[in-house]
């Protein structure tokens, strides 16, 4: 990445007052912009610049109105655009020729969400999901499979989802029994409730099928667990292929521009070679072969493809909260309303404190965010770079990768959750600071809302994820854990609360020794004594769960479920103190590429302060029961967030100017008519 | 209303213990759905069960699909069904034809926003905006017009919102220029910001609109302020009206069915007689009179109009809300999802603990909102009777009707505020409660949530209602607050706390002896103890706010201004406080309706406690901050809330049922397809 650039008012601002935020220079310098963008972009400047173009084009911008064949044949055309562009692609392994860049579909996806997210979400479908599974889940004869993925000749589905099964994953009922006679599976929906629902590319485009069933061979009468087959559910001509019924789930709340639909399948027969094997095959004479013993391991090791998965939802949920920011920032800038100070002029919105509060809090949240995508963005592929070089066995992993690969999920479950949940609250947010203006679909907030709203459940329900991600913790990465019931919660929680404690790491090598390089007098303006509270409180949690979650080793199922169940709460506390944690972990990383002195860095340390403070405000009632804060430092971290939004505010612009969101985006009606001084 | 009666399970669950709940009967008994639902409805049970049959009709409910035009069209039809149901005519004053019961407006359209927002909307632009100003600002002189838009013949506008000036409505640029010579107005847009903006009813289908605009007579230099004017905008076959330049805000986030358009006035000539004289009138020689001498005191007895439309979209939100936490809880206890306890059979969603805080901690919420709602409704209307009888003459008001009819203001300002505000996050909450399955348009959940997000900017944004309440509190009702600078809130600001206090009433009479009637032993499930807690937050808050704002009395007006902008926080916890303390003085005065002893009681007095203790842990912080819970109290604060929502869990379909939703609203695909255990 690019080095950060010294700017004209550098130097010039103050040290840090002990209680109050370091005096910047006003009006805020545009030039700060570039060197934030350039933190981050982080390493995937050069990536997202050349993408950026391509993007900034009204064509791209999201339409509202046509029937919904109208709407999805648009959004067709755009991924089509997406494609041709082959910026995507080499998020593909080179075994399909690909560069085994996980990051190129992450960061295209954060960036089409700055634009269009039926855009972004169908492709995430085409390239991500069902490219993804085969990629990741394939083997040398799936290679024409993945290629037509990313040239789409081949659209296609990820059909893992079912009525009766959305979360519970290792109960989906879809059978895929092997013939030996034929050399076939036959797939199988032998329940209502068995149905693949909410499937993207199945209601229209969708000519293929990775479909999650259990499998049944000969040699077994039990199920041997979750597998994924190809199945081709439509003939070229758009009609239902045999044994196949798509259906329609019509309108949605939003992503009108994505054709979500049913397939059931009716004894469809598909070759033996298109299960994918690369963790388990069926041999001609019908016997099952895997090179992981462990049907649980098997299991988990192929849902691994979800990681990929929580990072693009995140990544583009994240990018479509920048964007919503951008707007609202932009628009309080602009428009005014009521006389403050000065009777002949009334006043910006940026000029109000709760405005300030209301927009520039989540902004620092979304600088958190996006540090921590890159930091385990960074991670991910270093771990995928490591599994190609053949250092890494995915089916045979060390004692530490096996950790690490877990530890990889938790970070890309908490990312997704985290992001998703921001980006709701934030853009409804932006919209209501926009007023009547926020409401017009013209200046496209709302659509946005919309459209990231089902971003909280699609890829794993952010309850659902931010509880594995508690359970991950809590057992120390036991590897198994995402599939245990509250029985085997219990029976396996960490007898030892130090043990995870040891355990727990920071995202990137150089993390660990913050603590070491930051001296801290213990102002709530230090980073060091900032990362100190958020992790008092990680591990006071983790500690109070792992007493209540002990205490049912020794009952049966029904009460130790009981237990587990008002334990709940905790576990998902435990996972938000690990995710604020890491947030800040990551701020302070990034903002170590700043030169030390300069502006941006300054206003960097500001907007890190913010989402600090901010973390431990939202807590404080949690601090003061368990004594770790006074009373009076719980006011003064209050009083400090207000400090640090009116210190920002002169800022907010450049603040949104480092997202770098397309000039087509920003374009809206309501920054000339309605936001215009017209007084 | 009807007297609640005893049900089989009476008299049989225990007294509450210290610190924990009282144990209910499981499973819950579904004839306490009825008596809860005649204490919800309270004195307006009679009026919404003769609406309810016409609601339950699935042509009611919101069609997504179609061309703007269509989904318009369709909507206008339904609100010539409502129209024909002659239920909401009656709010309209004796004068006009009606009833002068202004609860029939808001119960309404309550009502029809369990079932369909647009129409609700487009009813409440039609009867309560359009209409509701001829009704309160006209005289004999306006019947024809207040008629015609009673029985549809005029469809009309409420034309106040401006470009350039939304909250702002004190400063409108519209004019209307009295001319002598042909005894006319003449109504002019003199400049692009003062173009009528997002106003219903202008984009398609109205013919007439009332105009706020700043009046000009012969006999002054200077504005006259902002009175109310009946323009037509279009002639009977569509086209706009000479002069008049109508245009289309098109596509919006959400109500479809509702034409939001924007209208310009190019020196339009309006009668004399079109001017609405009740307040203020120009004789034929251009002479200014009015009633009332203080313009500013003109201006807001003019706005007093508002506390109506405030009412109604407060009403309407909380009505959708409770439509969609039916959706939610109903769907909770069908559809099952991972194993618990048994092994053999998933568990609903109702009993994981996470779950039941999600939807019943909201359920808690609406039931105090809609006591609270009955109680503001009643005092409502006892104003409007006064003012029919001749006991209160709005333009001389006595001292003591000034400050109840601005404290008025301040609880509708805050019921709409709140209520708004309760709707959005609940809506999303039930939409991510329910999965996959609540994000398809069919299941409604989207297209309320979509719906009910302007609630929070129309008729008032949300934080300046909550900041006009502050101001109103802390200036002790001084009747111009609303309209004052933060200069001259620093001038005005009540001198003495004590004397703020005194003056602080309940809503109805009998509510101020609650301290006297309940004496508490201080356990935190006593009514008494959880009033006091809230009362010392509320009482708190306004001391150091007084406190604050004081210092800015010797200051100018730019230091004064930043003194209170950095006060808005606080001015918006005050109005926060007191709004917490309102609803659960109205929970309490409700719950004495029901028989003590009585399951239905039992029921109720847990839901208030849920209510109450949520609220004071949501500022558990500042309880600690300020020494006024200690850390073992502040636990057990929200140990008892997920003690509640356990207890509740079981009662959590009656408790919905309480709100008797249409049936067709209920009987959505997700409660059979998605919900049903097929297992």
Redesign the interface.
């Known amino acids: 990445m690019s080095q950060p650039t010294t700017t004209q008012a550098d130097r010039k601002q103050a040290k840090p007052e002990k209680n109050r935020p370091a005096t910047l220079p006003v009006p805020g310098d545009s030039a700060v912009a570039g060197v934030l963008a350039d933190v981050l972009d982080g390493p995937y400047a050069e990536a997202k610049n050349k993408l950026r173009p391509l993007l900034n084009d009204a064509s791209f911008l999201p339409p509202?109105?046509g029937?919904?064949d109208e709407l999805r044949a648009a959004n067709l055309e755009k991924v089509k655009a997406v494609a041709a562009s082959g910026e995507i692609q080499p998020s593909f392994s080179p075994l399909n020729g690909g560069e085994g860049k996980v990051t190129a579909g992450v960061t295209s996806l954060e960036l089409i969400a700055q634009v269009n997210n039926s855009v972004c979400i169908k492709s995430g479908v085409q390239f991500g999901l069902w490219g993804g599974a085969i990629d990741a889940l394939g083997t040398e004869r799936h290679v024409k499979f993945a290629q037509g993925a990313m040239d789409l000749s081949m659209l296609g589905c990820f059909a893992m989802?079912e009525?009766?099964?959305?979360?519970?994953v290792q109960?989906v009922e879809t059978t895929a029994t092997f013939d030996p006679e034929t050399q076939e599976f036959i797939i199988n929906s032998p329940?209502?409730?068995s149905k693949k629902?909410?499937i993207g590319n199945a209601a229209r485009d969708g000519r293929w099928a990775a479909v999650f069933a259990q499998l049944y061979t000969p040699d077994s009468e039990e199920s041997r667990g979750v597998h994924c087959f190809i199945v081709r559910i439509r003939e070229e001509d758009g009609t239902d292929a045999p044994g196949v019924t798509t259906s329609d789930?019509?309108?949605?709340?939003?992503l009108l521009g994505v054709d979500n639909g049913m397939i059931m399948f009716d004894h469809v027969r598909i070759p033996r070679e298109n299960l994918l094997n690369r963790f388990a095959d069926v041999t001609e004479d019908g016997t099952y072969v895997s090179p992981i013993e462990n049907p649980n391991r098997r299991f988990f090791t192929m849902l691994g493809t979800l990681v990929r998965g929580r990072m693009g939802v995140g990544a583009s949920a994240a990018g479509a909260t920048r964007a919503g920011l951008a707007l609202a920032v932009k628009y309080a800038n602009v428009r005014r309303?009521?006389?403050?100070?000065?009777?002949s002029k009334?006043a910006r919105l940026i000029?109000?404190?709760?405005h300030r509060?209301r927009l520039l809090i989540p902004l620092a949240k979304s600088y958190a965010l996006m540090t921590f995508q890159n930091a385990i963005l960074q991670r991910f592929q270093n771990q995928i770079d490591a599994q190609f070089a053949g250092d890494w066995d995915p089916a045979r992993p060390t004692k530490e990768q096996d950790r690490a690969g877990r530890e990889m999920e938790t970070l890309a479950a908490i990312f997704k959750a985290t992001a998703s949940t921001h980006a709701?609250s934030t853009l409804?947010t932006c919209?209501?600071a926009c007023?009547?203006a926020?409401?017009?679909?013209?200046n496209l907030?709302?659509?946005f809302?919309?459209d990231v709203?089902?971003f909280?459940?699609?890829e794993g329900?952010?309850?659902i994820l931010r509880q594995l991600a508690g359970k991950n913790l809590l057992t120390a990465y036991g590897w198994e854990a995402a599939s245990w019931?509250?029985?085997d919660i219990a029976k396996h929680v960490a007898s030892n609360v130090g043990d995870i404690l040891a355990r727990r790491s920071g995202i990137a090598a150089g993390i660990e020794t913050i603590s070491d390089r930051v001296t801290g007098t213990g102002s709530l303006f230090e980073a060091d004594t900032q990362l100190r509270i958020l992790q008092y409180r990680e591990e006071q949690v983790l500690e109070s769960l792992v007493r209540r979650v002990q205490s049912a080793r020794k009952m049966d199922?029904?009460?130790?479920?009981?237990v587990i169940?008002?334990a709940?709460?905790h576990l998902?506390a435990m996972a938000d103190a690990y995710g604020d944690r890491m947030l800040l972990q990551s701020m302070i990383e990034a903002e170590g590429q700043l030169e030390e002195g300069s502006t941006a860095r300054a206003v960097f340390e500001q907007v890190r302060d913010l989402f600090a403070l901010n973390a431990i405000?939202e807590h404080?009632?949690w601090y003061?029961?368990?004594?770790a804060l006074s009373?009076g430092r719980?006011?003064a971290a209050k009083a400090a967030v207000?400090d640090l939004v009116?210190s920002l505010g002169p800022w907010s612009e450049t603040l949104v100017d480092a997202f770098k969101i397309p000039q087509v985006v920003l374009d809206r009606p309501m920054m000339t008519?309605?936001g215009?001084d017209?007084?």
Chains 1, 2 share one sequence.
Do not use: C, W
């Open positions: 509202v109105e029937s919904l989802t009525m009766g099964h959305g979360s519970n109960h329940t209502p409730s629902a909410y789930h019509g309108h949605k709340g939003g309303q009521f006389e403050a100070g000065d009777e009334e000029d109000y404190r709760q509060r709701n409804q919209r209501e007023g009547g926020g409401y017009m679909s013209e907030l709302t659509t809302r919309a709203d089902i909280t459940t699609f329900d952010d309850t019931s509250p029985f199922r029904a009460e130790a479920a009981k169940d008002r709940q709460d998902l405000v404080a009632d003061q029961e368990h004594g009373a719980s006011k207000n009116d008519n309605g215009t017209l007084s």
